[in-house]
């Protein structure tokens, strides 16, 4: 059973950090590529990064010199780190496991908010 469980989100002040994780169980977490989504009230879920099992990253446009996704096979986690947060970043954000190079498994999610 694939478990993903995302902490970390909060609220924060436009121009703060934040740094969300994402804790695997139940996959061979070394093999999986994992991505970061989020979902704003009223939007569809939009891609925000990915990283392949390799360590190949890739970045929405939006975020793109602002956060960094990053992985640690030992601790079977996925990181976000999020700087200069716009309120536009504020939603919910997901953790993925992707199979077959498409997002297949999905954790609960993590709300951040950002303020102006």
């Known amino acids: 059973q694939v478990q993903l469980v995302e902490s970390g989100g909060g609220l924060v002040q436009a121009g703060g950090s934040l740094r969300l994780s994402c804790a695997a169980s139940?996959?061979?977490?070394?093999?999986?590529?994992m991505g970061w989504y989020r979902q704003a009230p009223g939007k569809q879920r939009e891609l925000v990064a990915d990283i392949s099992s390799g360590g190949r990253t890739h970045y929405a446009e939006t975020v793109k010199g602002r956060f960094i996704i990053s992985r640690d096979n030992a601790k079977r986690t996925v990181y976000l780190q999020m700087n200069s947060l716009k309120p536009e970043d504020t939603a919910v954000y997901f953790c993925?496991?992707?199979?077959?190079?498409?997002?297949?498994?999905w954790g609960q999610g993590t709300q951040v908010t950002v303020s102006s």
């Open positions: 993925s496991r992707y199979a077959g190079g498409s997002p297949s498994s």
């Open positions: 139940g996959i061979i977490f070394s093999f999986n590529a």
